[in-house]
């Protein structure tokens, strides 16, 4: 179902001429790095295309508001492309990600997009978080964790990591919905 969405809104490969979907032996590795099974949206994106993008570019309509220096009417946000295997062709596939922002970004969630922006799509892997999908807003990037004690004095509160996390959907499925192609 999820396949037939993202073919309908056009999503054509990141990085190669043609998908590369990431082998079952990387998506292992990927999650017993993570101690945690990527949610089953995601698994299937990654197992049926890989790194890909929309060519037309895309929006997704959030579920709650965004910073307003990220979107004009609050709600929506571009959707640039996914990370995906290795070997697609970019720089970027989805084990960088994780390691990129590793320690950046709450341990309950991971990149799994970019916006156009730059700034990160996440799901959430573990905890409360687990499915839900957010946008992560790298201007307002919570400090260094040795940072904030030394400024503070105590240890940065749990809430820190996630001031800069607005939900974008209850699940992966729910994201998909929710994207809708910019065409001229």
């Known amino acids: 179902m999820i396949d037939r969405k993202l073919r309908t809104l056009g999503i054509a ?4 001429p043609q998908f590369v979907p990431m082998s079952d032996l990387e998506l292992r590795t990927i999650e017993q790095e993570l101690g945690a099974r990527l949610p089953q ?9 890989g790194a890909s993008r929309f060519p037309d570019g895309a ?3 959030t579920r709650d508001q965004l910073p ?3 979107s004009r009417d609050g709600h ?13 062709g970019l720089a970027r596939g989805l084990a960088w990600g994780i390691k990129a922002f590793a320690g950046r970004m709450p341990a309950t969630v991971i990149p799994m997009a970019r ?42 509160p749990p809430a820190e990591w996630f ?18 192609v910019v065409r001229d």
């Not at 490969?13 to 190669?16: E, K, N, V, Y």
């Not at 949206?41 to 295309?49: A, E, H, S």
């Not at 929506?76 to 697609?88: I, L, P, W």
């Open 13 to 16: 490969p990141a990085g190669s």
């Open 163 to 180: 001031r800069n996390l607005t939900l974008i959907a209850e699940s992966f499925e729910d994201f998909v919905d929710r994207i809708s």
């Open 68 to 70: 307003e220096r990220v």
């Open 115 to 156: 916006s156009a922006m730059g700034d990160q799509i996440l799901i959430g892997i573990a905890g409360s978080e687990a499915g839900k999908v957010f946008y992560w807003f790298l201007g307002n990037e919570p400090p260094d964790e040795e940072e904030y004690l030394e400024d503070h004095g105590e240890p940065m």
């Open 41 to 49: 949206g995601l698994r299937d994106l990654l197992t049926m295309f």
């Open 76 to 88: 929506t946000a571009s959707v640039e492309d996914f990370y995906g295997a290795a070997e697609s």
């Open 59 to 61: 929006r997704v309509e």
